[in-house]
């Protein structure tokens, strides 16, 4: 059994939790993150989208992880339109874009150790185990949670993201190159969208499913239905790759900060309540959490961490919970799908409108965010 003390303990080696890591150590602080994956990024659960913005803010100027740039995206409605918007983007290669993240806040002086996972606290220490069996103890003055949306960290602290929609998603050879993304909207794919996301020569192609009824039986039974359509307009070949399998959250944590420990990214639900993005958020709440967690080791006080969720709250809250009532309003009038997508699908101008009267909104509105 091996005892380390670390300033701050990150669980989960993703965009959030390599962010945390490195905001820390730039500030001095002795930082550890725990990875419970041998190799971090794999298996990749993400439909691997990112704004071209993100760019500017990444630490590290390698671009090997980008596939593939994209101009637009397309939104094909349920009625046959198609709507076409301005949408700068890059699909990447997400296993390894988290990689860099993490080999970069390795090199600032982070120790990022992959298979290894966080399994219990006893005494006021984390005890942490290793894929060959061994064990560490640490007692690290915050714990930052950025271990995705079933979060071991949140279950410690008695929190758990409410809504979680699960999605599937192969690899399709493509017939023809494509420079934009299309999202695909149809009654069939209750209270979320498929997609067709080009890198290369293939696509990442999915769908999510909300609702009781989304088990995975039914979730590769609508893709299936899916790829075919695109198989017969032509826009695709058979034979998928590399299936994949994950949920995303959609709808955030009201609270984020109890007692030595706080949640970043997914395990907090920062993903985007109506698009289901993600990775940007995560890596604003990841660096947020890092700053607050120096603050608080080096002061001696948690309740410094406040100060996380109050400018947290300043800069993704309302349009987190914007989003969430959104998709809330979506669900609820989903048999009129053709009517409301353009009140509930940030694509619209009416995204960021009042919700005509015709239909039925909750006691306190759902208007302008």
């Given at each position: 059994m091996q005892h380390r003390d670390y300033d701050?303990?990150?669980v989960g080696a993703g965009p959030a939790g390599s962010s945390a890591a490195l905001t820390a150590v730039r500030s001095g602080a002795r930082v550890l993150v725990?990875?419970?994956r041998e190799v971090i990024g794999v298996p990749v659960r993400c439909a691997e989208y990112i704004p071209r913005a993100l760019l500017g803010e990444l630490p590290f100027k390698d671009r090997a992880f980008i596939a593939q740039p994209v101009k637009s995206m397309r939104t094909l409605l349920p009625d046959g339109r198609i709507k076409e918007t301005e949408a700068p983007g890059?699909?990447?290669r997400r296993d390894l874009f988290d990689q860099r993240l993490a080999e970069y806040a390795q090199s600032q002086g982070a120790e990022i150790r992959s298979g290894l996972r966080a399994v219990g606290r006893e005494n006021g220490e984390i005890i942490l185990k290793q894929a060959g069996g061994g064990r560490v103890r640490t007692r690290p003055a915050v714990i930052i949670g950025a271990d995705g949306p079933h979060s071991t960290v949140g279950r410690w602290m008695g929190l758990r993201v409410r809504r979680l929609i699960p999605g599937i998603q192969v690899r399709v050879p493509?017939?023809?190159s494509m420079d934009h993304t299309d999202i695909y909207f149809h009654p069939e794919i209750y209270g979320a969208y498929a997609w067709v996301f080009p890198r290369g020569d293939e696509a990442n192609v999915g769908l999510a499913l909300a609702g009781g009824n989304s088990c995975s039986g039914v979730l590769r039974t609508t893709l299936d239905r899916f790829v075919g359509r695109l198989v017969h307009e032509g826009?695709?070949?058979a034979a998928p790759r590399k299936g994949m399998f994950g949920w995303i959250p959609a709808a955030p944590l009201d609270r984020l900060v109890r007692g030595n420990m706080m949640l970043a990214g997914d395990a907090a639900g920062h993903a985007h309540p109506i698009t289901g993005a993600g990775i940007s958020n995560a890596i604003l709440a990841g660096r947020l959490a890092g700053k607050w967690a120096v603050e608080a080791a080096e002061k001696g006080d948690l309740s410094a961490l406040q100060g996380y969720e109050g400018e947290l709250r300043e800069d993704l809250g309302d349009t987190l919970r914007y989003g969430d009532r959104r998709r809330r309003l979506l669900e609820r009038h989903w048999d009129r799908l053709s009517e409301i997508l353009p009140y509930c699908w940030t694509a619209f101008r009416e995204y960021f409108q009042e919700i005509p009267d015709r239909f039925d909104?909750?006691?306190?509105?759902?208007?302008?965010p």
């Open positions: 701050i303990l990150v725990a990875e419970r890059l699909v990447i493509l017939a023809a826009s695709v070949k909104t909750e006691k306190g509105g759902l208007g302008k």
